[in-house]
């Protein structure tokens, strides 16, 4: 009886999620060899979210840290330090270090299949492949949260996937980055601001 009830005490002890705060995760690895590629698209997002409202990233448990607020919502900015397939972890803990509800959780990652210059807003959906996502479904429990996903194209030849993916930006993509990184920050403001089916309406065109 008293495991049960000490399991009773840390439920009805545990507050309520704070309904106006979000996570938002940018997947990707960390490391100088990283910096610029595709597959660490989510940084840049968070990256650009963080330029726009003047705050920096700390070094924190699990991952780099950020926290803004916008239309009275409260935005934490995670670029979990964990490595791609890892990023379960990172984000399980931020989500319960600030008592965040899976539904106010958006997760950007990059997407081989969409083309480059596409970005979807999507409620759930399959991890497609992608490392990162595995690693949350399988901590989470569930594909049930909404991600971001930045197409990166699929312009490579057969076996050269992780080339691609770990490649660098072509020229002609980089020159495009920061207006698509703009978007993907305004889509995450309103995700906030005005929910997923809203925001899914506006943006998924």
């Not at 270090?97 to 997407?111: A, F, M, T």
């Not at 991890?127 to 479904?137: P, R, V």
């Amino acid at each position: 009886m008293a495991f049960f009830q000490k399991i009773l005490d840390r439920f009805f002890s545990s507050p309520e999620p704070d309904p106006l705060k979000y996570l938002i995760v940018g997947l990707g690895n960390m490391g100088a060899e990283y910096d610029d590629t595709r597959h660490n698209a989510g940084f840049l997002v968070v990256d650009k979210l963080a330029e726009e409202f003047e705050v920096t990233f700390k070094d924190s448990r699990l991952g780099f840290v950020s926290e803004f607020k916008h239309k009275g919502r409260t935005f934490i900015l995670l670029k979990p330090t964990t490595y791609m397939n890892r990023s379960g972890k990172a984000v399980l803990y931020w989500l319960q270090k600030h008592n965040i509800k899976v539904d106010n959780l958006l997760v950007i990652v990059d997407d081989l299949n969409l083309d480059f210059e596409k970005i979807r807003l999507r409620g759930k959906g399959s991890a497609g492949g992608h490392n990162g996502l595995k690693d949350i479904n399988q901590v989470l429990g569930g594909n049930n949260y909404a991600r971001l996903r930045f197409g990166i194209g699929s312009d490579f030849s057969k076996g050269r996937q992780v080339d691609f993916v770990l490649g660098k930006w072509s020229n002609q993509e980089a020159e495009k980055l920061p207006e698509l990184t703009k978007k993907a920050a305004d889509i995450v403001k309103s995700f906030g601001a005005i929910g997923l089916a809203f925001t899914m309406n506006q943006f998924n065109k």
